[in-house]
């Protein structure tokens, strides 16, 4: 496909006169070769998009955390709680390379609060998210086990530069890093409450209007950054180059992480590693509420392909490997596959719940809530193409009764149907003591619902979906444009409850 028609076919809705858009440029060497500045980047201004408007990296911004992280020479083979003593169990254990590579195990923050009946739009500052951080005693899987992507990380990576350095990682990067650069718009913002002047405005749309983004976590390292698409493309150039204070940091950042077993992942630090035809990339995404961006660059010759869009329904990745791949001359239309078994599959050992679904551009594989494509890999396996998420599953007729499937990159496991069936629920009050929250399940006309939070309003009863007889359901917090749908596991005396990035919470009957 021509690189016209990839950025034609992602674009068609952008260039409505009322419409949100973004930025889809190619570069090469630290310079703009050929771009799209499409829609609006402020729809109650009219203000279109252009290569120097500031908009939010979101989470592009990790890599650049954690080469503040080397460049202030920390070990990062020494454990987080032996920087911040206040950290607790395994996330205190856990070192501060697993953490830069997601393998650590560590809980996501806002994942966590969604799972205790509290969405993602509230304020909460750096220090109350700390304090949060420092209740959070067990993982949700051993270190190295997997790789799974967690916020947190970078968010106790931040502290750890800042109590050494003795100076907020703001003012370090601006002043020893950007500055020197001639980075004039990149900055890192965590105060979403500050004016950063011309800056996109984030949305989504609901009931057919857009609406503005909320995001009230503070605006951490891991996903706080705030830049042009020119200065980035700058940043990619001086990076690769190892120009001034960046000098000797990429070969480091781009090291790929690794499980337990020597096993490499697909995620370094702050990057994700891409690969297309026998091009190996490296680039990152990111996603709040309201914005979508990716870029991706081929580190021998500098060419690389960047997505900022401020359309909650962008697919970034899949656009600038696309466009990429295109602007290289390289086939990248991955297989789907064609016939897909349909339904809930349950590790007896751990509880966990892996759901196929039939989607309309292929089927989808979703891990305790989370999901993603799959396409047909080199191997035949049936794989995702998320390097901060792989998901495998072995091709089986549509019927089949069982799986076998790995996800994270950790050990093949079997995965047994759920029958859907509905069953019997104790309706009552449940308690988890670690997340001090407390949510009520009830029964009306036969049908199980649950109320997020204690002191949720009544119109706050979601139905719970039954995925497996007298054991599994799942439900969907309300969150704004982002959806999660943890799973609920009963057992006699309560349940756990589990999302992809937040899991196993024991929930007790009051």
Request: charged content about 15%; proline content about 7%; overall charge neutral.
């Amino acid at each position: 496909m021509k690189v016209e028609d990839v950025v034609a076919a992602a674009t068609q809705d952008w260039a409505r006169s009322d419409a949100a858009g973004g930025v889809i440029a190619l570069f090469e060497a630290g310079r703009v070769v050929r771009s799209w500045c499409i829609g609006l980047a402020d729809i109650e201004s009219c203000r279109g998009w252009t290569l120097d408007t500031p908009t939010r990296l979101a989470s592009i911004s990790k890599h650049v955390t954690a080469a503040a992280v080397f460049a202030h020479g920390l070990d990062t083979t020494r454990s987080l709680g032996s920087w911040l003593p206040e950290l607790q169990g395994g996330v205190a254990a856990a070192t501060l390379g697993r953490a830069l590579t997601m393998t650590s195990g560590i809980p996501d923050l806002a994942e966590t609060l969604g799972l205790a009946g509290i969405p993602g739009s509230p304020p909460f500052d750096a220090e109350r998210l700390h304090r949060l951080s420092c209740r959070i005693a067990h993982l949700n899987f051993a270190p190295g086990e997997e790789v799974s992507y967690s916020n947190t990380n970078f968010r106790l990576a931040q502290r750890i530069v800042e109590d050494v350095s003795g100076r907020g990682l703001a003012a370090w990067l601006a002043g020893e890093v950007f500055a020197p650069l001639g980075l004039s718009s990149f900055a890192l913002v965590e105060d979403q409450s500050v004016v950063v002047p011309g800056l996109a405005s984030g949305y989504w749309h609901a009931e057919g209007q857009p609406r503005r983004g909320q995001y009230g976590l503070h605006y951490s390292g891991s996903g706080g950054m705030v830049a042009s698409v020119g200065d980035m493309i700058r940043w990619v150039d001086a990076l690769l180059s190892g120009r001034g204070p960046l000098a000797g940091l990429y070969a480091r950042l781009a090291e790929p992480g690794q499980l337990a077993t020597g096993t490499p992942v697909g995620y370094s630090h702050g990057f994700m590693l891409h690969r297309i035809g026998a091009h190996d990339l490296v680039g990152h995404g990111g996603s709040l509420p309201g914005y979508k961006n990716h870029f991706v660059v081929d580190p021998r010759s500098g060419r690389g392909a960047i997505v900022m869009s401020n359309r909650e329904e962008t697919q970034a990745q899949a656009l600038a490997l696309a466009l990429l791949a295109a602007d290289l001359g390289i086939a990248h239309a991955p297989e789907a596959p064609s016939a897909c078994p349909v339904g809930a599959f349950v590790d007896e050992a751990s509880g966990d719940v892996l759901e196929l679904a039939a989607g309309p551009s292929g089927p989808t594989a979703s891990f305790l809530g989370s999901e993603e494509r799959l396409f047909v890999g080199a191997d035949g396996i049936w794989a995702s193409a998320a390097p901060h998420f792989p998901i495998r599953v072995r091709p089986t007729a549509p019927d089949s009764p069982a799986l076998q499937a790995s996800v994270g990159g950790a050990a093949e496991r079997t995965w047994l149907r759920a029958d859907g069936a509905a069953w019997p629920v104790r309706p009552g009050l449940y308690r988890c003591a670690e997340l001090d929250a407390t949510h009520e399940i009830g029964i009306a006309d036969g049908a199980a619902f649950i109320r997020w939070g204690s002191f949720a309003a009544p119109a706050a009863w979601q139905p719970l979906r039954p995925l497996r007889a007298g054991s599994h359901a799942t439900a969907t917090p309300p969150n704004g444009p982002w959806r999660q749908r943890p799973v609920l596991r009963f057992a006699q005396d309560g349940f756990v409850l589990s999302s992809n990035r937040s899991r196993r919470w024991r929930f007790a009957r009051v």
